[in-house]
């Protein structure tokens, strides 16, 4: 994984270059999308691409594993560690799901 991110650094150090034509740039931007998709299925995500949704990383994780993972006395941020997330794609979720807390006002 860390060789797939390498290579994307180095597309996107090409695509900086003034001189580059729009061809090759355009060549590159599909490899960067291909490789972006590699990587992120790598880490255990669903890859969703949308004209206007953009890129969104889907967790594969029920209600029930959330909890029982919470019983565990596991917080947020050691659950998206063990499922290979981020703590603000966890957040993220739970606010979809409806469980995320509401700040006092």
Avoid at 12 to 41: F, G, N, Q, Y
Avoid at 48 to 71: M, Q, W
Wanted: a positive charge.
């Amino acid at each position: 994984m860390e060789e797939n991110k390498n290579k994307q650094l180095r597309i996107i150090d090409k695509l900086l270059d003034p001189e580059l034509s729009h061809e090759e740039a355009s060549i590159l931007r599909h490899e960067l999308k291909k490789k972006e998709r590699e990587r992120t299925e790598a880490r255990g995500l669903a890859y969703e691409h949308g004209e206007t949704k953009g890129r969104n990383e889907v967790i594969d994780l029920t209600e029930a594993e959330y909890f029982s993972f919470k019983k565990e006395g596991k917080t947020d941020g050691q659950i998206a560690e063990l499922l290979g997330f981020s703590k603000s794609t966890v957040s993220k979720w739970k606010i979809r799901n409806g469980l995320a807390k509401r700040k006092k006002a």
